[in-house]
């Protein structure tokens, strides 16, 4: 139970205990609750005055599966409000079994400097200089490290978008086979890392003293009834490893909600080409892998490794919001060149969803044709060169509609909007809209319940009761997004009540503490509160939980509506 | 009543012989409703959580209507 504290001004790190506010905290919960404390709302994100902070979940470290998630905060030099962005891979069990409940980074290294932070299996941690890493893609930046390092380290690192500060710039995570091909990508993280001179984190996998367990016994018993409940769930079991994420593509078509040609089209003509179904078939068929493990523990396997009509190697963990974002936003009904644009950020360091939908606005303006999937690389080869526009397209889709005039951007709180056009599930359009995120689909998805035959009477193209699933949605993903769990573990728990209750017992036995569901509820209003109360110093007021007008104004074939949630209804998500 | 069904996910696998081309055609009662064809399929509510007819999505209680192109998808998590 250690914070680390880097500073970059200084070079100094200091290991404290950790401050009692913030003692049973993890995860977002810290993370935000953390920035809310000590970061000055109205600081320059990219300035010395904002703080990097890097938690493991409350979970991640002990023997429960799928926990590896870690949550990385700031203040966002995107939205310009709070940020958490969570990614899976391997650091953040590393980090737990360092017994280190958070990294912080503070300061700003001199302008030109450059430094890489190691933190050994003895949770000692050290600055190096890594200057020669300048301009480094991510690729070539982890192989190297783990030549210099050994393989059996957790790497999160920056791509030259993130030492470029653009606004879209990620922090890659490596995954179990040590490749950069997760991202912490939504909000401009990667650019607050690079403002303070740090390109990569390298964390030992080899720790052996992760926090006590107030009741190791009652742990044990129910990890066991909640990886059970996990493997067996339909969802979590079967589907996932099968078809990933990328299953979504077919239903959201067919509910008409798949934002498409820069959101103007809510069906993609050709969307076979891209589904998930085609995906594992074209996969399958060339020799590479589905039903892939990306992150440590993991026991659902929802990832994939993509490889060309050679059997070479392309990307991994190609994912249903990036094939959106790469193909559905830009007309690009190809996986090749869906997954090569998904490689390229990864290695550039690029949010694929802020990216993808930067170049679908460039092409809405006219720049390019849609469909055009050269145009589109070149676009981000163009962010690496840094011009104009590559600038423009490395900070996303409201700097491109500057930049070209164009008025059709579909965000909230200046970040994109995630693969369901808040017109067509108009749930979305409250989550998008009221987040303390900006628009982020996993802050509150409730995709499922206004899509599903059963159970359930949301109408997806009615605001009808959108606001109350939201509302409910968003607390519980922000309680959630504490304990490092991976979110698609999440359907045993809310569906098998015995793994809900496994849940709140091995919360309980690494606490020390009984809890209640009511308990976890209230933890998901306190991490809110904290998130809004620092959006609001900001400046980000309830008049910044609207989405961009276009979507009032511009009906969204084939359904033809607009959104229909109310400014007051809007307004009254957050009745806390 | 005549509707055309086709299947995503591991759904085809299911039935042997199904082109996904083409989908299948399924002779249903008139007033039949998306419940009642995906009982006729076999097919469960954990299996088959997400149906659209003619691109609109349905609850298990609605109508089919004759001629209609039904989709049916796995139920959805997750974000
Ligand atoms: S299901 Fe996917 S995202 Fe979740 S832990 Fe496993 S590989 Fe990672």
């Known amino acids: 139970m250690k914070f680390l504290r880097v500073n970059m001004t200084e070079k100094s790190i200091q290991a404290e205990d950790v401050p009692q506010a913030y003692l049973g905290l993890g995860g977002r919960g810290l993370t935000s609750i953390f920035i809310d404390a000590e970061v000055t709302p109205t600081c320059d994100p990219l300035g010395p005055e904002n703080k990097l902070i890097f938690a493991p979940g409350l979970l991640s470290g002990t023997t429960l599966i799928n926990t590896s998630r870690i949550s990385i905060g700031a203040k966002s030099p995107l939205t310009g409000g ?34 890489l932070l190691k933190i050994d299996e003895n949770a000692e941690a050290r600055l190096l200089p890594a200057l020669g890493f300048k301009g480094t893609r991510t690729y070539a930046l982890v192989e ?15 791509g030259p978008a993130g030492e470029n500060q653009l606004a879209s710039a990620s922090i890659q995570s490596t995954d179990v086979d ?31 003293h992760p926090d006590a367990l107030a009741d190791p016994e009652a742990f044990k018993g129910a990890a066991m009834i909640f990886a059970k409940a996990v493997k067996e769930h339909p969802f979590s079991g079967q589907l996932m490893p099968a078809l990933g994420t990328a299953m979504l593509v077919g239903p959201i078509n067919a509910a008409g909600a798949f934002p498409s040609f ?29 039903g892939h493990m990306g992150c440590s523990q993991c026991i659902i396997h929802c990832s994939n490794e993509f490889v060309d009509a050679q059997g070479k190697y392309v990307t991994a963990a190609l994912e249903y919001e990036t094939i959106w974002a790469t193909g559905g936003m830009t007309g690009i009904t190809d996986l090749d060149s869906i997954a090569r644009m998904d490689f390229l950020c990864d290695d550039i360091g690029l949010d694929t969803m802020n990216t993808g939908v930067a170049i679908a606005v460039a092409m809405d303006a006219g720049y390019k044709p849609f469909g055009d999937a050269q145009a589109a690389i070149e676009m981000l080869e ?35 909007i995630a693969a369901y056009d808040p017109r067509g599930i108009q749930g979305m359009a409250v989550t998008y809209a009221t987040s303390p995120m900006g628009a982020d689909h996993t802050a509150g998805w409730v995709v499922g319940q206004n899509l599903a035959a059963f159970g359930g009477k949301l109408d997806p193209l009615s605001p009808q009761g959108q606001v109350e699933v939201s509302r409910a949605a968003q607390i519980a993903t922000a309680a959630f997004d504490c ?18 209750q496994a849940l709140l017992t091995l919360l309980g036995a690494k606490l020390g503490t009984a809890l209640t569901q009511e308990d976890v509820n209230a933890l998901g ?8 109360a620092f959006n609001r110093k900001a400046g980000l007021t309830n008049k910044a939980d609207r989405l961009a007008k276009f979507f009032y104004e511009e009906p969204l074939p084939p359904h033809n509506k607009t959104v229909l949630v109310s400014d007051e209804e809007m307004d009254r998500t957050f009745n806390f | 009543m005549n509707v055309k069904v086709k299947l995503f996910g591991l759904l085809p696998r299911r039935f042997p012989g199904y082109n996904p081309e083409q989908g ?8 039949a409703r998306v419940k009642d064809l995906l009982a006729r399929l076999d097919i469960s509510k954990e299996e088959g959580g997400i149906v659209a007819m003619n691109g609109l999505v349905q609850k298990a209680d609605a109508e089919l209507r004759d001629g209609s192109v039904v989709h049916v998808f796995h139920p959805i998590a997750g974000g």
């Open chain 1, 82 to 115: 709070i940020k958490e962005s969570n990614v899976g891979g391997t650091v953040s069990a590393a980090l737990g079994r360092l017994g280190i409940t958070a990294i912080i980074v503070e300061g700003k290294a001199p302008q030109g400097e450059l430094y």
């Open chain 1, 144 to 158: 190297t490290l783990q030549k210099d390092h050994g393989a059996k380290n957790g790497i999160l690192c920056i």
């Open chain 1, 178 to 208: 040590g490749r950069p091909c997760r991202a912490a990508g939504r909000g401009g993280l990667g650019a607050v890392m690079g403002s303070k001179g740090l390109k990569a984190l390298i964390v030992s996998q080899g720790g052996k």
């Open chain 1, 262 to 290: 820069n959101a103007t089209q809510g069906v993609l003509d050709g969307w076979e080409r891209i589904s998930g179904e085609k995906l594992a078939e074209t996969i399958k068929a060339r020799g590479g892998k589905s």
């Open chain 1, 382 to 416: 163009e962010i690496v060169k840094g011009t104009e526009l590559g600038k423009a397209i490395g900070n996303g889709p409201v700097s491109v509609g500057k930049h070209f005039n164009h008025h059709r951007v579909p965000v909230a709180k200046n970040q994109s």
């Open chain 1, 483 to 500: 304990t490092g769990l991976c979110q698609f573990a999440a359907t045993a728990a809310n569906d098998v009540p015995e793994a809900g």
């Open chain 1, 525 to 532: 209003v306190r991490v809110i509160k904290a998130e809004r």
């Open chain 2, 24 to 31: 299948m055609e399924v002779l249903l009662p008139q007033g």
